[in-house]
């Protein structure tokens, strides 16, 4: 059983569309963080969320962590094909004190020109 | 550039085989991390080390051998796999291991058994 749900798993979409990929568990986080993978290379990260309800903002990028912190979502807007990839979800559980992530099984998002 | 560096980035090894991958970070980070990624399924935690000390083998088979010799570099010893252990194997590395640090990869090595 995944402690992180990611949905979808798969996502194209033409270029200047908008999209939304989220990541949903039944576990508080502590904090949660996003990454972008492309092919052949390892996850950069995007951004860091720890507050429930937070919003953050990076250029066409918007995350939101749920209020209860159990949940977060990503919005891409006017998106790109530099946006292709695989887009993970990790997350810190308040009881974990070791540093561990439990990582979603991603979303894969494909935007064409 | 993540300050996370892993050589090789491709290995094609037999099973009677001994190979090594190798990680080095120049953040200054004091945790690093074995990850391994395989096709359609989520990143798999093998190995944690905090101040070169192993905390964390997450029942990872002994044909799997991790060694961190210091803070700034780990090795991943190979020895007699399997086909099925073809996969992208990533090095992370954090500041420490407290909850809700940002842990930053290398770019993986993608690893096919023979």
């Known amino acids: 059983t995944q402690l992180l749900e990611q949905s979808p798993q798969f996502l194209s979409i033409q270029e200047g569309e908008n999209l939304t990929v989220y990541c949903n568990s039944s576990s508080v986080f502590s904090s949660l963080q996003w990454y972008r993978q492309e092919p052949g290379e390892g996850p950069v990260l995007l951004v860091t969320v720890v507050t429930g309800g937070e919003v953050k903002k990076l250029k066409r990028l918007t995350f939101q962590f749920g209020d209860a912190r159990k949940d977060s979502s990503l919005h891409i807007t006017a998106a790109q094909p530099g946006d292709t990839g695989l887009y993970l979800c990790a997350g810190s559980m308040t009881t974990d004190s070791w540093g561990k992530f439990q990582f979603g099984a991603g979303t894969q998002v494909v935007v064409t020109p | 550039e993540t300050g996370v560096t892993q050589t090789p980035r491709h290995l094609v090894m037999g099973m009677t085989n001994k190979k090594s991958l190798k990680c080095e970070q120049h953040?200054?980070?004091?945790?690093m991390y074995w990850y391994k990624q395989s096709a359609k399924k989520p990143l798999e935690l093998m190995f944690v080390?905090?101040?070169?000390?192993?905390?964390e083998n997450n029942s990872v088979p002994s044909r799997f051998s991790p060694e961190c010799p210091n803070s700034s570099h780990l090795f991943l010893h190979l020895h007699t796999l399997q086909p099925e252990d073809s996969a992208l194997y990533l090095c992370?590395?954090?500041?420490?291991?407290?909850?809700?640090?940002?842990?930053?990869f290398g770019e993986g090595s993608w690893l096919t058994v023979v």
């Open positions: 953040l200054g980070h004091n945790a």
């Open positions: 080390y905090n101040f070169k000390e192993q905390t």
């Open positions: 992370a590395s954090s500041q420490d291991r407290t909850s809700g640090n940002t842990i930053y």
